[in-house]
């Protein structure tokens, strides 16, 4: 099998359904040669995740619960008997808050309890898999998480998960210097909002959406393909000299301050 991921072989965390980010990056990678494994998150996702799987010619679906270590510790032996020869590549592409934080003002709705359980599945996980995977790579390899735009510009609403993802672009940073003596690169996307489960739940969702689409440079939301074909970018040799930075596919929005008044009139 030719193409620019064929030979590695990878890990994608997060796919629920067939509109996850995780998913639009799984199909990419697999077109272009990649041998993947699969996480999922409870029995009735892992229903759904086994034929996605098996379409991109995979068969290891495997349990994991980033707020049980023993069930990330599961994981990576489980993946040591199918994938002996190591990893190349590490798709993360899990976050999650108490929805009930992500509507009214941060000050007022964030407690100590979903602060902590947001921070370690949104951050802290994917510092515990680059632990675990990062010694599994004997040739080097790529890590890849998700992040969003609220981290560093306030989003209203997104609250607690702009602070989570604040932090895990931070992490981003000490684990890129941290791998990158032994070829193990470490960046994050930043995708623009898309209709995911996690992206479509949320409040306002259809104004937000509308916003993109009437101010975004390229005026549309991006798409699944975009994102994965931007992922693969990252995860493939393509993005050797690439390390420890945040990539935006997000239609350009990052760059616009205030709308042309023209728009605005729209
Ligand atoms: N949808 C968007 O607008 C958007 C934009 C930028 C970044 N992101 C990020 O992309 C990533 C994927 O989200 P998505 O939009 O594809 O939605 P999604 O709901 O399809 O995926 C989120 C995944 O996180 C998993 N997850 C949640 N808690 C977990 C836990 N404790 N253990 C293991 N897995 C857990 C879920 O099972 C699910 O598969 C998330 O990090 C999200 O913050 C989403
Ligand atoms: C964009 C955007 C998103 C998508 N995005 C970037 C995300 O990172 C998803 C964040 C998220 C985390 N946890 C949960 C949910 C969404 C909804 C369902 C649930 O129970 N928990 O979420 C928002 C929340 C508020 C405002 C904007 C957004």
Redesign the pocket.
């Known amino acids: 099998m030719t193409g620019l991921m064929a030979g590695k072989r990878g890990l994608i965390m997060g796919v629920a359904n067939d509109h996850s980010i995780a998913w639009g990056i799984a199909k990419v990678l697999h077109r272009h040669g990649a041998e993947l494994a699969f996480t999922y998150q409870g029995d009735a996702l892992g229903r759904r995740v086994t034929p996605l799987a098996a379409s991109v010619g995979s068969d290891i679906v495997l349990p994991c619960d980033v707020e049980d270590i023993a069930s990330v510790n599961a994981l990576f032996t489980a993946l040591d008997a199918r994938f002996p020869e190591g990893l190349d590549f590490v798709v993360h592409a899990i ?5 009930g934080q ?1 509507k009214g003002r941060y000050v007022d709705v964030t407690t100590r309890e979903n602060f902590s359980r947001t921070m370690t599945i949104s951050c802290f996980s994917f510092t515990e898999i680059a632990q675990r995977a990062a010694k599994r790579m004997p040739r080097g390899g790529s890590l890849l998480t998700l992040t ?1 735009g ?1 981290s560093t510009r306030i ?4 609250n607690v ?1 702009g602070v989570a993802k604040a932090a895990l672009e931070a992490s981003v940073r000490y684990l890129a210097g941290d791998l990158g003596p032994d070829g193990i690169r470490v960046n994050a996307l930043s995708a623009g ?1 898309m209709r995911t489960l ?2 479509a ?3 306002d969702a259809r104004l ?1 959406f509308n916003h993109q689409k009437a101010h975004a440079p390229l005026r549309r939301t991006v798409t699944q393909e975009e994102v994965g074909g931007s992922a693969m970018y990252l995860l493939s040799d393509l993005s050797g000299g690439v390390t420890g930075e945040i990539h935006f596919v997000d239609s350009g929005y990052n760059i616009i301050s205030m709308p042309r008044p023209d728009v605005l009139q729209a």
């Not at 976050?95 to 929805?99: N, P, Q, R, T, V």
């Not at 989003?155 to 997104?158: A, E, I, K």
């Open positions: 976050g999650f808050s108490d929805k992500l969003y609220g989003m209203p609403n997104y998960m909002p996690a992206g739940g949320i409040a937000m």
